[in-house]
């Protein structure tokens, strides 16, 4: 939980007028980020998460943090359009991730972890 804390923690240190865009330290993830419709970048984006899923749910719990990197910003994003309230959106976002964090042991891996 440690790990949660201090991801969720850092969301507040982006500009507050805008929703967060998560800077990406790969060149590959950011294409897969800007090109999120293309079919392989659907299924790379999935794999990656299903691999992190299993390596949580071996005992490495650090793995959560690959897809909280993964998906904080856009998560962030699609609260910000509902609310149009930062701070509300950044604390929907963190329940969403704590959702998925206590639920992550019924995920069945049929569907994709987005959804």
Known sequence: MRVLVALFSRI??????????IPCCHTRQRE???DLNSKSAR??????DRADVERV???NVQAFEG???RWQGPLVNMAWRYCRDRQRAEEM????????????????GEGNFST
Do not use: C, D, T, Y
Not at 12 to 21: I, L, V
Not at 43 to 48: I, N
């Open 12 to 21: 507040g240190q982006h500009n507050k007028m805008q929703p967060a865009r």
């Open 32 to 34: 897969l980020e800007l």
């Open 43 to 48: 299924e790379e984006m999935a794999g990656r």
């Open 57 to 59: 749910l071996g005992g």
């Open 67 to 69: 897809i909280v990197r």
């Open 93 to 108: 976002a963190q329940e969403a991730f704590i959702r998925a964090w206590r639920g992550l042991s019924q995920w069945r």
